[in-house]
Structure formats: structure tokens, C-alpha cells
């Protein structure tokens, strides 16, 4: 009996050591790799950054916090709430002068959750230059064809006022087509895109 017993402590001791080792182990594998994925993270927004504002050089604000803070407020302002701007970027020509805005803008209505994106907007023609999904967990082959060129292509060139979305084709002005069968996807878009274009509008528009 006693002999049961000191053996049942044993292997009680030796599950605990494997598993206080199991769990340094882990926690050392996370930090060495924490830094990668965020630099790797980094980089892919940046590239996104660069496709929404093309050959414009990227500047970030050195007031951008406060400037996130009021971004916040127009949002809100305009009906908006529940969505936020996670970043804006000055877009500069190249001469180092301000020729419009990078604007990055999250809403929380996706089908799977968060959709985050991001626009362009030259200063001076008051219009979209391009835009770009950044993340999102929409449905494979539905809400995820947000990232599909078809969809993301009918961004560029439209005021910089709203957005709207069609159903069934047949946009024009400043309308969108929805992506079929994923209405739910195409709101969210929808919503983060013209958050991003009332801050523009609210804070941004007279700065150039």
C-alpha cells in the first residue's frame, strides 16, 4: 500500500514537471516568434497601404493619436458607431507635398466578425484611389470574395463623399454591386469605407 502510494506521488510529480516544462517550452516558442509575425503583419499593411495610394509616399502623423481620437468622434457623429479608424497616413508626392490620405477603417458587422480596410483619397479631386481589404473571417467563396478584384476594383475613382451598394448589378455614380449572396459582407464594407470617408471629410479635407 505504501508502495502504491509513493508511486502515485511519483508520477503526480513527474505529470507536473512535464507539464510546467510543456508550457515554458510553449511560452518560449511564442515570444520567439511573436516578433516575426508582427513585423510580417506589418509589412502586408504597408504593401495594402501602397496599393490603395499608389506611388505616394507613406507619412505617419506625428499627432495620431489625437488624430484617432477625433477620427472616433466623426464617426461616431456620422451614425457610424461601432466601427472604428485603426490608422491614417498622410500620402505624399514626390517632393515630400501632401496629396491625400491613407485611411484605415474596421467594422464589427462581418458575417465571421471584423472586416478591415482601407482607402485611398487624393486631396485634390476629392476622390477614392483605390481600396483594399486588410482582414476579415467572411465565408469561403462568399463573403470572402470581398478580396477578389471584381469587387475591390469598384472602389477607385468614386467621390469621396458615401458609398453605397446595389443588389443584383446595374451601380452607377457612387454605388457598389454587392457581392451575391453575401449582403451581410458587402454592409460591413460598406460601413468601414464610409467611416473612413466621414473622418476625411469631418477632420482631413481642408489640411491640404
Known sequence: ???????????????????????????????????????AEEQARLEAYQTVYPGAELETPADI?????????????????????????YANGENGERVGYIIAAVSPNGYGGDVSVAIGIEAASDTI?????????????????CTEDAFTAQFAGKEATSI???????????????ISGATVTTNAV???????LAVYNSLLKEGV
Not at 489625437?66 to 461601432?82: H, N
Not at 460598406?190 to 473612413?196: M, R
Open 1 to 39: 500500500m505504501a508502495k502504491s502510494k509513493s508511486s502515485f506521488i511519483k508520477n503526480c510529480v513527474a505529470l507536473l514537471v512535464i507539464t510546467l516544462v510543456a508550457g515554458l517550452a510553449l511560452s518560449a516558442v511564442n515570444e520567439i516568434t511573436k516578433a516575426p509575425i508582427a513585423k
Open 164 to 178: 453605397e451598394y446595389v443588389k443584383g448589378g446595374g451601380a452607377a455614380g457612387n454605388q457598389i454591386d454587392a
Open 129 to 145: 484611389t483605390g481600396f483594399s481589404v486588410l482582414s476579415n473571417s467572411e465565408t469561403a467563396g462568399l463573403g470572402a470574395r
Open 65 to 89: 493619436d489625437t488624430m484617432l481620437e477625433g477620427a472616433q468622434a466623426a464617426v461616431e457623429a456620422a451614425g457610424l458607431s461601432g466601427c472604428t479608424v485603426s490608422d491614417i497616413l
Open 190 to 196: 460598406t460601413e468601414a469605407v464610409n467611416s473612413a
